[in-house]
């Protein structure tokens, strides 16, 4: 018979062998619950189980699932529950929902390989509201779901515990609710804080130690991710279809949550009424993932060629685990931000968010290689710009997170963030689960760092690197470390001096690996607010795209309308003389609105003089620094911040003269002295000062290729002709 798990072990275990003791084996899974391997059937009188399932899309090492099996279940469901709160509160673009769908079909099809009656129950109400109903009909006696301490998340699933609390209460009967560790995590965040002092992890060298006295719980040593567990070979049933059936129940009072307000109703697209709420198990009352028509999104605004689903992940996995070379040596600061199909780092990261690839396996799979490559006497890439660093940078920020909760990812109350008086500074609520909270608007104090913001998002800032950069995040939905660096530092601190909430909010809406922790902390770091705060060192948006590539191939790519121009221009083609523009067939003139025809198209001029706004932004952070305000200071609370930094109280300040923001004090310093075509995060390595070889590259990286042109197809669209 076959037992329920795939052992991913070399001695496979013995069958009927209830294990006592976990044991470790090379590339892993200490086994912690028992496992039967009776007759793949359910368990008769086994308990009814409810899985739900959040951001661990897969079914390899899932914590979650083993728990759920070693229940022996008589049934077993496993759910998504469709959250009003992504749908219409959260900012998602169409394609992190394309990633998300593809994710959610693959792991359905997945869970119907173990057991043709399975799939993924997709329920289309909100998980407060919705589980405690589907207890209540389907007599379940075990809720099980994996834990995430991210604080939209730990707010929802305490009142899903109140909610089954009282529910067992009426019911007369016990229901379980089971949160196991997290699986989203090297570490469990609120370990890393509790090991850290209480406090939110702030360096690389407080996280490591904090991760040195976690004891991983599986015989691992201390410090160590506990190992990746067995997949499962089987599933039991879920009901039988007349009792899942909802439509039938009569107490089943589906709710169709409030659409309003709806942060993402600009993007849907489609001119139709969305249909994704309209039947609780959906249109053919068979718990089917939800499609993007229903949800009035345009298919073709999804426009990434990144894949979402375990297969796709496990594949790219593989594919780099199998190249010794490229895993033994990468270093971050050694990838090139302009490198692309394929691109120089693993692109695994919308992986990691929606827990289609576990993190634990593609730190386990790397530690194999790394062994491997020792035994073999080459050296190995230093922490922590190699890939376990980039892994507990990751870490990091999850636990600063888990000690902040929902005032990490604003400035407002925030007792990391340090106060800078950024133009365009969020609007704060009172709210029901806290003072000061985010109301999702902005303070236009500047009517010219609105239009600077606006530009910077929709790629027209006139600068090709920070432009290309731009439309890549918007139409692929992902960009490499350092080009979000570049266009992070330019947004904020070295450029516009926008806060970097507003870009916070950008990546939120259009990267398919958003992870608020990632996101936020990352902000945070570019922008000196905190884990930072070298603001001295900014980047080029001229010479820093141009060390990583003289000929321009990236910005060719994505900013298809310079792609005639010469290499000695293309990061500049303002500075090309008039008639070699004509020639190339794009005229450098405008703000990027009028996109010009085919024939010839139109380009804009920088927006800015880019030195001086560099000088006007070191001063600014200079003054700020001065203050030493913090986002928790009453100064900051109150709103006495503004009268401390000559702030408007309100509406637009403009220039007298020219509507421009207040105009740059000229600095002694030269511009060239403070301008590092770098930058540098001596702190991490993220960067150095050395000329950056392409040390880590992947095999067929066609990088320079003429291959490269993007076929950017109702992209940049030509205006008049
Ligand atoms: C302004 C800004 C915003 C960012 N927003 C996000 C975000 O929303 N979600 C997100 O996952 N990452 C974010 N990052 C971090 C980083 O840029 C991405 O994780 C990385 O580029 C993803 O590409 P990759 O998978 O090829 O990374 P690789 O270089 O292949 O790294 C492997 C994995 O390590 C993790 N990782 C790498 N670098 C970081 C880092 N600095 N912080 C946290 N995790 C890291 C990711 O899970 C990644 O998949 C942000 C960085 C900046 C500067």
Known sequence: MPPKFKQNTSKAQPEATPLKSPTRSKVGPPVKYSIQSNAPSNSSNGPRVLYWFR?????????????????????????????????YRARVGPNRWKFLLESQQVLSDRLKELNPKQKLHVVREGPTTVIPKLIRKWKIDVLVFEKDTDAYAKDRDKEVFEKVGALSKELGREVKVVTTVMGRTLFDPDELVKKNGGKPTMTMAQTVKAAE????????????????????TWLPD????????????AEFQHEVPDRKPDVNEGQRGLDKEEQHYENVAGPNNDFAVVTLEEMAIDPKMAMTPHKGGELEA?????????????????????????????????????????????????????QEVFEKRKKAGKTNAPE?????????????????????????????????????PWHLQSNYSDSPVGEHLLDGTYNVDDEKAEEYFRRWKEGRTGFPWIDALMRQLKYEGWMHHLGRHSVASFLTRGGCYVSWERGAEVFEEWLIDHETACNVGNWMWLSCTAFFSQFTRVYSPIAFGKKWDPEGHFVRKYVPELKNFDSKYIYEPNKAPIADQKRWGCQITGDGIDTGTEEMAKYPKPMFDFSEMRSFCLDKMKEAYGAHLYGDDPKVLS????????????????????????????????????????????????????EPPHKAKRGNNTKGSKGGQLKLDGIVTRGKK
């Open 55 to 87: 951001t661990d899309l897969r079914i390899h090492d899932s914590p979650a699932i083993h728990h759920a099996l070693s229940l022996e279940p008589s049934a077993f469901i496993p759910i998504w529950t469709w959250d009003p709160h992504y749908v």
């Open 213 to 232: 006295q976690i004891d991983p719980g599986d015989g691992g040593k201390k410090g160590e991710p506990r190992r990746c567990l067995p997949t499962p």
């Open 238 to 249: 879920p009901l039988d279809p007349t009792e899942m059936d909802l439509s039938s129940a």
């Open 314 to 366: 496990l594949r790219l996995l593989k594919s780099y685990i199998d190249n010794e070379e490229y895993v033994g040596t990468f270093e971050k600061p050694k990838s090139s931000p302009a490198d692309f199909e394929p691109q120089s780092t693993t692109l695994l990261s919308p992986h990691h968010h929606f827990g289609t690839l576990s993190i634990r396996k593609f730190w386990w799979d790397v």
């Open 384 to 420: 922590p710009t190699n890939f376990p660093g980039q892994l507990l940078f990751r870490d990091m920020y999850f636990g600063a997170q888990a000690a902040l909760g929902w005032a990490f990812a604003q400035t407002q109350g925030n007792p990391i963030a340090r106060f800078i």
């Open 639 to 690: 709103g006495e911040w503004k009268k401390i930094f000559e702030y408007p109280e309100g509406g637009v300040k403009k220039d007298e003269a020219a509507g421009t923001m207040s105009k740059p004090k000229k600095r002694t310093r030269s511009v060239e002295e403070h301008t590092d075509a770098y930058g540098t995060d001596a702190d991490v390595g993220y960067l150095t000062d050395e």
